[in-house]
């Protein structure tokens, strides 16, 4: 899931600043579609991160961290 959304974001957003940089007219509609799908999964990305050796904590609470993590990225995924 964090693969997919990661896709999603930074293509939509690299796609969407492209546009923006070289197209004169930009319509309402195409950022009423691009913000809340960089939003959306910006935030899928953030909840499904397993990124806990960063923190520095230890591996017991690593296990409890991903047990988490995985469970937010469940229920992102059924929400969405």
Same mark, same amino acid.
């Given at each position: 899931?964090?693969?997919?959304?990661?896709? $999603?974001?930074?293509?939509?957003? $690299?796609?969407? /600043?492209?546009?923006?940089?070289?197209?004169?007219?930009?319509?309402?509609?195409?950022?009423?579609?691009?913000?809340?799908?960089?939003?959306?999964?910006?935030? $899928?990305?953030? /909840? *499904?991160?397993?990124?806990?050796?960063?923190?520095?904590?230890?591996?017991?609470?690593?296990?409890?961290? $991903?047990?988490?993590?995985?469970?937010? *990225?469940? /229920?992102?995924?059924?929400?969405?």
């Amino acid at each position: 899931m964090y693969k997919a959304a990661a896709f $999603v974001f930074w293509t939509t957003l $690299v796609l969407y /600043l492209i546009t923006l940089a070289t197209v004169s007219y930009v319509g309402v509609y195409f950022t009423y579609v691009a913000v809340p799908v960089i939003i959306t999964s910006g935030l $899928v990305m953030k /909840l *499904c991160s397993l990124s806990t050796k960063e923190s520095g904590i230890g591996e017991d609470e690593e296990i409890e961290m $991903v047990a988490v993590s995985r469970k937010r *990225c469940a /229920l992102a995924s059924r929400s969405a």
